[in-house]
T-cell receptor, first 111, second 115 residues
Framework: KNEVEQSPQNLTAQEGEFITINCSYSVGISALHWLQQHPGGGIVSLFMLSSGKKKHGRLIATINIQEKHSSLHITASHPRDSAVYICAVPYMSRPTDKLIFGTGTRLQVFP | KAGVTQTPRYLIKTRGQQVTLSCSPI?????VSWYQQTPGQGLQFLFEYFSETQRNKGNFPGRFSGRQFSNSRSEMNVSTLELGDSALYLC??????????????FGQGTRLTVV
C-alpha cells in the first residue's frame, strides 16, 4: 500500500463545476503539500498546510490530521485548471525536506 | 526573486554515455532535493543536499550521484546511461533545514531521453 493515496486518478469536468480531489496518507506528518503540474512538466506549489483550511483564489485546501486526509477543491473550474494535481507529504524518519508523492490526479476541464 | 532554474531543459543522450544536470535554487535557499518522474513510477526521491552535504539518498543505483556547491547550486550526474533513465528530472529548493514543513519550490525540470 502506498503511503500517499490520491483519488480519483482521472477527473473530467465541465467549465464552472466544483472539483474535489482527495488525498489520504498513512504516515505521521508535519505538513502536507498540494502541487500542480502542467503538461510542460514544471511543478508549482499550491499549498502547504498543517491544519485547518487555506484558500487562494478559487482553490481551497483542507486537512484533517486525525483522519489523515486532505482535500483540494476548485470552485468555478476553468479549462486553464487542467493539469495534474499531486499531494505530497514529508518523509519524517529524520529531519529532511524529502517528499513522498501521491500518484496524482489528472484533471481535464472542458469549456 | 528568480525561481528555481534547471539546465538544460531537454537532453538526448545515447546508452552508455553520462550526463550532468544542473539546478540553481532560489536565492537564499540552502536545501536542494532531486526527483525523477517517469510514467510508470511517478515522482521518486533521488537525493537531498543541505549546505553542501548529502542528507538523504533515495533507492537508486550508484550510477546516480550528486553534489552541492558553496553557492547552493546543485548538480546531479548519471553515468552509464540506460534506456530506463529516460525521465523528467526535477529539483526543488527550500530554505531548510527541513523538518518537512518548509515550502518547496520546483524547477521546470530537465527532460532526459536516452536512445
Amino acid at each position: 500500500k502506498n503511503e500517499v493515496e490520491q483519488s480519483p486518478q482521472n477527473l473530467t469536468a465541465q467549465e464552472g463545476e466544483f472539483i474535489t480531489i482527495n488525498c489520504s496518507y498513512s504516515v505521521g506528518i508535519s505538513a502536507l503539500h498540494w502541487l500542480q503540474q502542467h503538461p510542460g512538466g514544471g511543478i508549482v506549489s499550491l499549498f502547504m498546510l498543517s491544519s485547518g483550511k487555506k484558500k487562494h483564489g478559487r482553490l481551497i485546501a483542507t486537512i484533517n490530521i486525525q483522519e489523515k486526509h486532505s482535500s483540494l477543491h476548485i470552485t468555478a473550474s476553468h479549462p486553464r485548471d487542467s493539469a495534474v494535481y499531486i499531494c505530497a507529504v514529508p518523509y519524517m524518519s529524520r529531519p529532511t525536506d524529502k517528499l513522498i508523492f501521491g500518484t496524482g490526479t489528472r484533471l481535464q476541464v472542458f469549456p | 526573486k528568480a525561481g528555481v532554474t534547471q539546465t538544460p531543459r531537454y537532453l538526448i543522450k545515447t546508452r552508455g554515455q553520462q550526463v550532468t544536470l544542473s539546478c540553481s535554487p532560489i536565492s537564499g535557499h540552502r536545501s536542494v532535493s532531486w526527483y525523477q518522474q517517469t510514467p510508470g513510477q511517478g515522482l521518486q526521491f533521488l537525493f537531498e543536499y543541505f549546505s553542501e552535504t548529502q542528507r538523504n539518498k533515495g533507492n537508486f543505483p550508484g550510477r546516480f550521484s550528486g553534489r552541492q556547491f558553496s553557492n547552493s547550486r546543485s548538480e546531479m550526474n548519471v553515468s552509464t546511461l540506460e534506456l530506463g533513465d529516460s525521465a523528467l528530472y526535477l529539483c526543488a529548493s527550500s530554505a531548510g533545514p527541513g523538518q518537512g514543513n518548509t515550502e518547496a519550490f520546483f524547477g521546470q525540470g530537465t527532460r532526459l531521453t536516452v536512445v
